[in-house]
């Protein structure tokens, strides 16, 4: 979409939205002010403008070489973006003639230039389970330690909301993706043969781009963030891996330990957060369980949740939150999702209760409960989780397949390669 504008000031969607809520929540602003400011950010067709999951993983096409230069920021109502359509229709007849495959492409040292665009670019924690899941399709194998490796000491240069200030259409006007890439390529840290779909190597498409806006598209020496990437945490509570995103956290809270206040369901949540006897501060961790691909089902994008009206009030605007589910990709603060395995398979992080306390540190890629070992056993092995009432149907073939998180949570059924051949005909 083209950028929101909401009294004088450029405002993006979902980024913008939660700000909003909060301060709707504290009392600060009227439900007339927030609705108009909502109204204000969907000014044309198109996804969010914030570098959100959409914008994410148009950038994470480009940089896998699966799109045509530039294609991941042109808005989407602009003349451009039609010409690009057109040019792309053209290449892939050329592709079909020239016997180039999606296989030919995408390839490991592909996925691991597009986990080095992502913590560039200040991307989507949905990117991780995206390309787990489209690389368990092609049978490459790509993790955790994947996103450990390559997402290292990746600069975030793109001053994008959530983690910056400006938006994709100025991104696109700076220079957009291309000029990402030029940086990270002068640098040597992507890998520069990769092949992508205009038969050309990625650094050939890129080398040559211009910035047209550095406070935009920051310099690799002056980043808005110095290790943005996607940072995988490990610990008793996310023995198979939990994420968080440093681009858009708060860096006072990135090594911390609070006391646990434990909500069992989604619903318990929106039931109990407000209340103002609820006994938490701003030191304190908010855990949310059950909301995985499993358990929700489906992973849904609550894993950003709102923090207590009585710390909204007091002009508190993160707390270290803690779950197995999702969040927007437009979302921000201090927030740990993705926690594997999920609650609903009886992963660790059912073992947490109120008042527990919890370590994280995430330079260090720790995320404990401290609790002893024994203990947390028990926990874990009397636990009930709260699942949906699921009788059949889509439902019930979902919840039995969907793989976990650090998997991509994809269903099983469809991971690795079936071929195109047609073995036998209706007819």
């Not at 858009?248 to 990135?254: D, G, K, R, T, Y």
């Not at 969040?327 to 999702?337: D, P, Q, W």
């Not at 395995?341 to 995320?367: C, F, H, M, S």
Request: with cysteine; net charge neutral.
């Amino acid at each position: 979409m083209l950028n929101g504008q909401y009294q004088g000031n450029t405002i993006g969607s979902g980024t913008g939205v939660w700000k909003l809520d909060a301060d709707l929540t504290a009392g600060i602003i009227s439900e007339n002010d927030f609705i108009d400011a909502e109204i204000s950010m969907s000014r044309s067709k198109g996804n969010c403008m914030t570098m959100g999951t959409a914008s994410t993983m148009g950038s994470m096409v480009e940089a896998l070489g699966m799109s045509l230069p530039g294609n991941a920021a042109i808005p989407a109502v602009d003349s451009r973006r039609y010409s690009l359509a057109f040019m792309s229709g053209k290449r892939i007849v050329e592709m079909v003639n020239e016997d180039l495959k999606m296989s030919k492409i995408i390839t490991k040292k592909s996925f691991e230039n597009a986990i080095k665009v992502n913590g560039a670019i200040g991307g989507s924690t949905n990117a991780v389970i995206h390309l787990a899941a489209i690389a368990g399709r092609l049978e490459i194998d790509i993790g955790l330690s994947d996103w450990e490796k390559s997402g290292k000491n990746i600069p975030t240069l793109v001053n994008l909301q959530p983690s910056g200030k400006y938006l994709m259409e100025d991104f696109y006007y700076a220079g957009g993706l291309p000029v990402v890439i030029k940086r990270l390529l002068e640098k040597k840290i992507l890998h520069e043969q990769c092949i992508t779909v205009n038969g050309k190597t990625i650094f050939e498409n890129n080398i040559d781009a211009k910035c047209w806006n550095d406070d935009v598209i920051k310099k690799y020496e002056t980043p808005l963030v110095e290790n943005g990437g996607i940072k995988i945490l490990r610990g008793n509570i996310a023995p198979d891996g939990a994420i968080i995103k440093p681009s858009a956290a708060s860096p006072e809270l990135m090594k911390h330990k609070g006391k646990a206040v434990v909500f069992e369901s989604v619903e318990e949540l929106h039931n109990k957060i407000d209340n103002p006897n609820l006994d938490v501060d701003e030191n304190s961790i908010l855990v949310l369980k059950n909301c995985g691909p499993k358990g929700y089902p489906g992973m849904a994008e609550v894993g950003n949740m709102r923090l207590p009206q009585k710390l909204l009030k007091k002009g508190i605007r993160d707390m270290i939150r803690i779950s197995d589910a999702r969040m927007s990709g437009t979302a921000y603060g201090t927030v740990i999702l993705h926690t594997s395995p999920e609650t609903a398979v009886k992963g660790p992080l059912a073992a947490v209760q109120n008042g527990d306390i919890i370590e994280l540190d995430v330079e260090r890629g720790v995320l404990n409960l401290l609790v002893d070992e024994k203990i947390i056993k028990k926990r874990v092995d009397s636990y009930k989780p709260v699942l949906p009432d699921i009788k059949g149907g889509y439902q019930k073939m979902y919840v039995d397949h969907v793989m976990q998180a650090d998997k991509g949570a994809d269903l099983d059924f469809l991971v690795g390669k079936r071929g195109d051949k047609v073995k036998r005909y209706s007819h």
